[in-house]
């Protein structure tokens, strides 16, 4: 996914109220940009990181720029750009279902987003193709990695996130298949669950692995001029 003009860099100022960040321009202008990511954020809101911003498609909208990078050392290894806009995911993944790049998920004649299910909640995609169990997919974005190379999902308890899990087991229960993407918006080799971080979350993963929701993990390829899922990596969690 190319961003449609070049992204705007500066250095953070702060992070507050979860959605705002005040950033320096590189201009030096000082502005206040919306930050799609309502999670802690561990290791990537240090005061000075450089960032990088996209300008708000709405000219209308109260904030005029997106966060969308910051640069880290992201778990004590080399300089990245890791991504922390959580709205990026799923079009990263609607991107990647268009260009039948995720395996897993090829030959589905139909793809539709925000499907109701459950209790009262939506999926993010409903794969559909005749002859087949309907395929429920829910995306994640990853951007925790305490440990070099290891990425880790979520970076705070995450209660909603546990409760879909629950609800993709009890799709395959009934017969349809049912799978998480988690969109790992940083270079890494492996993924797990950060259970010391969120107990329950793991308990509700494991659970779904048990009854059969699949999970996959698929790092990005990063640049100040686009983010593109590229490749799996595997996913460590004990059975």
């Avoid at 860099?9 to 990511?37: M, P, Q, S």
Wanted: charged share 25%; hydrophobic share 40%.
């Amino acid at each position: 996914m190319r961003f449609h003009e070049p992204l705007i860099g500066g250095r953070l100022i702060e992070r507050y109220k979860r959605f705002l960040a005040d950033v320096v321009l590189d201009t030096g202008e000082k502005i206040t940009a919306h930050c799609a990511n309502p999670g802690a954020m561990l290791g990537l809101k240090e005061p000075g990181s450089r960032v990088l911003l996209s300008r708000a498609s709405n000219p209308k909208r109260k904030l005029g720029y997106n966060w969308e990078f910051v640069e880290v050392a992201a778990g004590g290894g080399p300089l990245q750009l890791v991504g922390i806009n959580t709205s990026r995911p799923n079009l990263l993944v609607a991107e990647a279902l268009r260009e039948d790049r995720l395996a897993p998920f090829a030959g589905y004649d139909r793809v539709r987003p925000e499907v109701k299910y459950g209790r009262n909640s939506r999926i993010d995609f409903l794969l559909e193709k005749e002859g087949a169990p309907p395929c429920y997919l829910e995306v994640k974005n990853c951007h925790l990695m305490r440990e070099d190379g290891f990425a880790e999902f979520p970076d705070c308890v995450a209660a909603r996130s546990a409760k879909h899990l629950y609800e993709l087991a009890d799709m395959v229960a009934s017969g349809a298949r049912a799978a998480l993407v988690y969109v790992i918006q940083m270079r890494a080799g492996r993924f797990d669950v950060a259970r010391d971080i969120d107990p329950a979350y793991d308990k509700a993963f494991r659970h779904a692995l048990a009854v059969g929701v699949e999970s996959y993990a698929y790092i990005c390829r990063i640049s100040p001029d686009e983010v593109t899922i590229d490749h799996p990596i595997e996913i460590v969690t004990p059975r």
